[in-house]
């Protein structure tokens, strides 16, 4: 799927609501676009299918320009494009069955046809015993699967996510991204998962991209956007899943110059396998460093470690210019954050103060 410098106005007088989107999902991938509520996420995915108009922009799927189609070539082309909805959106007058069996109706599918494909659809979204329950019936995970297997039911090359597992509980979200995932595996399905949660994309995206006010202002592989965020909106996402920032209260204590009395407040980033070297142990033994860990966690994205960890390095001095040249070359990432006032310093400069 590729989307081309794809702009949205709805009202002038309001400036545009995506300006100048480009980005290619490649395929078999699922992609993560995270914005905060009201970046134009609902907007773009939208426009993918055309359900919105773009003011201006292509999108391509498969080879095929679905923004130059109209009618029944738009209608055809949309079978290329399943979609699955943050309140489900299911007929509540109908059975489970009746629910997946709604896009092959209109598609045209003769009744025959549509017996032998429901099973099949049921049993990938673990419901084949629920094929006569009614909506009412189902759980909110269960209505999600229903949900997917009629998004599915077209045998579509794309998957659009539209805020899914937003309206569901932890656990379920958990179950229901494990399904996709599942699916994006077995049937090979490219997935756009747009989400406000850092931890969806974290979950099972293997790219991401960040919507700020209509515009693409990041994207990458997961692991990279994770563990280098560009932008002020990436980090904020990211402070619940990656220590980047540190806490407030420990941050405002820093300050931004080396003095006689203070020492170097250094951050590690700590990626793929260097992850697990005892590299704290060799600061110590061969730099001579006295670490104070100030804050610091581990993760794994992506299935591969990452760690940020910031720490005071007491005696640090001259040695800093050695200490970053070692951290690269594990292909770790140090820098100076700021300088830490020494302990009894800090009693003597209140005293004075
Ligand atoms: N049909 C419309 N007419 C006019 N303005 C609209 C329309 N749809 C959306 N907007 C405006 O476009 C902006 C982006 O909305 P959109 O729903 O695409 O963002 P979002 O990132 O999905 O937000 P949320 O997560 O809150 O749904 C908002 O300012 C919204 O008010």
Do not use: W
Not at 1 to 27: C, F, Q
Not at 28 to 50: E, F, M, P, Q, W
Not at 196 to 202: G, S, T
Not at 258 to 277: E, Q
Request: proline residues 6%; glycine residues 8%.
């Amino acid at each position: 799927m590729r989307i081309e410098n794809l702009t949205k106005t709805y009202e002038s007088a309001a400036g545009p609501v995506l300006d100048d989107v480009s980005l290619t999902i490649g395929e078999g991938h699922i992609h993560g676009i995270i914005g905060r509520s009201g970046a134009g996420k609902s907007t773009l995915v939208r426009c993918l299918n055309k359900l919105v108009t773009p003011t201006s922009g292509r999108v391509i799927v498969s080879d095929r320009e679905i923004t130059s189609l109209d009618g029944a070539a738009l209608r055809a082309a949309r079978r290329d494009i399943g979609m699955i909805f943050q309140h489900f959106n299911l007929l509540s007058s109908r059975t489970v069955a009746g629910n997946v069996a709604l896009p092959l109706e209109v598609a045209g599918v003769s009744k025959a046809d549509i017996r032998r494909r429901i099973p099949p659809l049921l049993e990938l979204v673990g419901l084949a015993s629920k094929a006569d329950a009614y909506p009412s019936e189902l759980s909110g995970g269960q209505k999600q699967r229903v949900g997917i297997a009629r998004a599915l039911a077209l045998d579509p090359k794309v998957l659009l996510s539209d805020e899914a597992t937003s309206a569901l509980d932890p656990e379920t979200t958990e179950q229901i991204l494990h399904l996709l995932k599942d699916i994006n595996r077995r049937l090979g399905l490219t997935i756009l998962l747009i989400t406000h949660e850092m931890e969806v994309v974290r979950a099972i995206a293997s790219h991401v991209a960040v919507l700020e006010h209509g515009r693409l202002i990041e994207n990458g592989p997961t692991f990279d956007v994770f563990a280098f965020p560009k932008s002020p909106v990436a980090r904020s996402f990211l402070s619940s899943i990656v220590a980047h920032d540190l806490p407030p209260e420990i941050a405002g204590r820093l300050l931004p110059e080396a003095h006689a009395d203070t020492d170097p407040v250094l951050r590690i980033v700590f990626t793929g396998d260097a992850a697990h070297d005892p590299v704290i142990a060799t600061l110590v033994e061969q730099f001579r460093i006295r670490p104070n860990i100030l804050h610091g966690r581990i993760d794994y994205i992506d299935g591969k470690p990452l760690g940020v960890l910031t720490l005071i390095a007491g005696g640090l001095g001259e040695r800093l210019p050695d200490v970053l040249s070692y951290l690269s070359s594990l292909r770790l990432f140090g820098e100076v954050i700021g300088h830490a006032v020494r302990p009894a310093a800090a009693g003597a400069r209140r005293a004075h103060s």
